[in-house]
């Protein structure tokens, strides 16, 4: 078994000071380790070579997860403008913001496959959650995950069978698409009883690079839930829970384990090398050194 940790890596805490944690992505360009603060409504920036935490953008409309599109801008999802947009140097442009018709609910995270469409989560924290966004209804009357192709502008539902869709990743070859379910943590802090409370992360086959099937149950993730997850270039799936990074082989079967002081949302693989794992847990930014890189590594990404 590959060991995932370099030999003696220990957990260290590098950023501090803001109430909610989210999105991370390595920027590559500026050397820096981009996230949300949701509900101050900000987005910072981790610089490895400062050590230095700078608030990139305020005002930002509530965003929320993030990736890198092809090009390397960014592409992230917006609570409060219920849409998926990218973000070239400080300036935003709108992507996507509805689906027949219909707004969005609060696009939660993102990913990019490699020919360039955009799948996304969408469940309704930012409309129901009065500190992530603004108040609104859920227009299409659930939570789906998404499809958008930039090429024709389509948007297609993907994935309508998970109760709270929220983080969201790849195998390193895009026939596996997982899918976290938060289902357990409402948007509105009130579980309906005919409801499914799950807290597991699903995993669909890839048809034809754009059809999900035979959804099945992935893992199950103790203690709190699966928020956002990342895939290893192995195919390793590092989960977030409550207490620690959790690491789970394509098997199911458990790996590995970093426990965490604070509860933790998402993490990504960042750094020069790619090997870093950074996790925004709650107030803080951690990290901790690995040996493996990002699934989008092996599509030479
Ligand atoms: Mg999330």
Redesign the pocket.
């Known amino acids: 078994m590959t060991q995932l940790l370099e030999p003696g890596a220990q957990l260290e805490k590098v950023a501090t000071g803001a109430i909610w944690a989210?999105?991370p992505v390595w920027v590559a360009a500026s050397a820096t380790l981009r996230f949300s603060d949701i509900p101050n409504n900000r987005i910072l920036q981790f610089s490895e070579a400062t050590g230095e935490l700078t608030t990139y953008q305020a005002g930002v409309d509530f965003t929320?997860?993030r990736t890198l599109d092809l090009d390397g801008s960014v592409i992230q999802c917006s609570h409060g403008g219920r849409s998926v947009e990218r973000d070239r140097d400080g300036e935003v442009e709108t992507l996507v913001d509805r689906w027949n018709g219909v707004r969005f609910n609060s696009p939660?995270?993102v990913i990019v496959k490699s020919d360039g469409t955009i799948w996304f989560?969408d469940p309704s924290y930012g409309i129901k959650k009065p500190t992530e966004g603004h108040p609104g209804d859920l227009e299409y009357r659930d939570h789906y995950v998404f499809r958008f192709d930039p090429r024709d502008g389509s948007v297609v539902p993907v994935v309508i069978d998970v109760e709270t869709p929220?983080?969201l990743a790849f195998s390193p070859d895009e026939s596996l698409l997982y899918v976290?379910d938060?289902g357990i943590s409402p948007p509105d802090g009130v579980r309906p009883p005919d409801r499914p409370g799950g807290h597991s992360i699903h995993v669909y086959d890839v048809f034809d690079g754009r059809l999900c099937k035979n959804g099945r149950e992935f893992v199950e993730v103790d203690p709190g839930l699966p928020?956002?997850f990342r895939v290893d270039e192995h195919g390793n799936v590092w989960t977030s829970s409550a207490d620690s990074v959790q690491v789970f082989d394509p098997s199911g079967q458990r790996i590995e384990r970093v426990m965490v002081p604070e509860t933790i949302?998402?993490l990504c693989f960042g750094g020069p090398d790619g090997r870093t794992v950074y996790v925004t847990a709650t107030t803080s930014l951690y990290r901790i050194r690995t040996t493996v890189r990002d699934a989008a590594h092996v599509l030479g990404r």
Do not use: R
């Open positions: 989210e999105g929320n997860g939660n995270d989560t929220n983080g976290a938060s928020d956002g949302a998402n």
